[in-house]
């Protein structure tokens, strides 16, 4: 077997080398919190909200809250029995069997990497926007290829911050966060105030009806929340972290809850605040610069630095659950072995944290060959919620499923384990479903960039769905590739928990079986002549 497999192997048996009890609840939470941005969140989404809701963007951020709240509970039970850092593929995994937790992973990986160079994008430009380099003769912030060289120095700053130690990433996750959400709760306060006091034009007297779900179509709730899901998008990386934090298997699930109810705090006070000091017209017109907009001078300062540190933050926490999903996948046998390795003295993983990095960039060099606007990354933030809706709603499933001798043993497990998660899987895929065949997806008159696909009489397909569905569908061919490459790993069986506390049986575990690929034939070479008379 490699050397580089051998370290997680046999330090951990089931672990995969990382280090163990490295963070705290405290900390766990912070990186859940994190890894959703709440300062960029709000401001790459609340204007997107806004021009499908209007008023109504509180009563999108509660709905939304609701499946996460769900899911968030199926991960806390799941992380009990299995604290496998690949959280979404190993518990889909041991419920559902190989393939579909192959694609649970599959959908961690695309959500992630569609998402890197939005998060990157931003960070780059509110940092020449912050020092003035964004008008004029030094006008770099309206430069595409400044931004990409800039946000890919962010990438790859960030990527070598989580390759040295989950501990500074940790750290760093504390300070940035800190700065965001003080800023960004500071704004909210200060915009209200502004609003009952002075009455600012444009501002809009907050009503209780913003937050009332039931005024809403279905049309309205299926787009606002595919949208709003990438804002509460993140929280899950607490789980990835379950090998590196202390008690992992309650503390990481518990770090899951805790950052869904934080984020509905900060999310649903924000909503307010944005709509009623400018007004949904306001938000309408300004989908990429909605908080900066909305102050001037040093309060437009602090609000760039609140979401500069937000997307600093994210682009950090996006790399860690990839990393560690990837990992898992490749200890496993369901990925490239070389991505198993982990470094001896960071103790992280070394391909899987830097193939993702590079990964990310050449994903932005794509889409800028598409479009050299940012339109195309506003259209990918859109058809991120396909994904999100994918694996969140894969993941929720997988609790019922792998618990379903333990659901009618008492009303707390049918509750929490069953009915719970089982309502977030159904929103979830509800979502996903109704956006997909919605006019509003499929139709290239409501992206930010030309129909792709045209030809005849076929308007074309608009690039949120070719990107959010498309990126996704990519994975069947991949996966059974894959299945001809390395079948050890596609014999696992499905399985189911005879407990709700006890951890499951190492039987999905990594052996060296998994990590075995199978070797094609070699072309036979004819053998060189010898030349005559020799």
């Known amino acids: ?140 912030a309206g430069n595409t290829w400044a931004l990409l060289a800039l946000g890919a120095v962010f990438i790859l700053a960030m990527t070598l911050i989580c390759w040295l130690g989950i501990e500074l990433s940790a750290r760093t996750q504390f300070v940035l966060l800190a700065t965001e959400i003080l800023i960004l709760m500071g704004f909210s306060l200060w915009a209200l105030a502004k609003v009952y006091m002075n009455h600012p034009v444009g501002s809009v007297t907050p009503s209780w009806d913003w937050i009332n779900p039931f005024k809403l179509t279905a049309t309205q709730l299926s787009q606002g929340v595919l949208v709003a899901l990438f804002i509460y998008w993140g929280w899950d990386t607490a789980a990835n972290v379950n090998e590196e934090t202390r008690h992992g298997r309650t503390a990481a699930g518990l770090a899951t809850v805790f950052s869904t109810l934080v984020l509905l705090g900060t999310y649903i006070i924000a909503a307010y605040a944005t709509t009623a000091y400018k007004g949904p017209g306001f938000l309408k017109k300004n989908p990429d610069d909605v908080l900066t907009g909305m102050a001037s001078g040093w309060g437009s300062k602090l609000l760039m630095l609140a979401v500069l540190s937000s997307a600093m933050a994210s682009t950090q926490t996006t790399i860690l659950p990839t990393a560690r999903t990837t990992l898992s996948m490749a200890a496993h046998g369901a990925l490239p072995k070389a991505l198993a390795k982990i470094h001896p003295k960071y103790l992280t993983p070394t391909w899987s944290t830097w193939w993702f990095g590079i990964a990310s960039i050449v994903w932005w060099v794509v889409l800028i060959a598409i479009d050299r606007t940012e339109n195309i990354l506003w259209d990918s933030i859109t058809g991120l919620g396909f994904a999100i809706a994918f694996y969140y709603g894969i993941t929720a499933l997988a609790a019922p499923v792998l618990f379903r001798k333990q659901l009618f043993k008492s009303f707390k497990n049918f509750l929490l384990v069953g009915v719970v998660p089982l309502i977030g899987a159904v929103t979830l895929g509800w979502v996903f479903v109704k956006s997909a065949i919605d006019l509003f997806y499929w139709s290239p008159d409501t992206a930010y960039t030309p129909a792709w696909f045209k030809f005849g009489g076929f308007r074309g397909l608009g690039a949120p769905f070719v990107i959010g569905v498309g990126m996704l569908i990519i994975g069947i061919p991949l996966m059974f590739w894959w299945k001809r490459v390395n079948p050890a790993f596609f014999r696992n069986e499905a399985e189911v928990a005879e407990s709700m506390d006890e951890e499951l049986p190492d039987e999905f575990r990594v052996t060296e079986e998994a990590t075995q690929f199978r070797e094609f034939p070699k072309p036979v070479m004819p053998k060189p002549r010898t030349p005559a008379g020799n």
């Not at 990186?31 to 109504?56: E, K, N």
Request: hydrophobic letters at 55%; charged letters at 10%.
């Open 1 to 140: 077997m490699d050397a580089s497999l051998e370290v997680p192997v046999e330090r951990t048996g089931k672990g995969k080398g990382l280090k163990g009890g490295a963070i705290g609840l405290v900390s766990a939470t912070v990186i859940g919190v994190a890894s959703t941005a709440p300062a960029y969140s709000l401001a790459a989404t609340v204007g997107l909200v806004a021009a499908i809701v209007g008023l109504m963007s509180p009563a999108i951020m509660l709905v939304a809250f609701v499946p996460m709240l769900f899911t968030a509970a199926a991960y806390y039970y799941l992380n009990r029995v299995d604290p496998d850092c690949g959280a979404t593929f190993s518990w889909v995994t041991r419920a559902m069997g190989p393939h579909a937790g192959w694609f649970g992973g599959w959908g961690v990986v695309v959500a992630d990497i569609v998402v890197m160079p939005s998060l990157a994008w931003v960070a780059a430009w509110y940092t020449y926007s912050l020092f003035g380099l964004d008008h004029g003769r030094y006008d770099l």
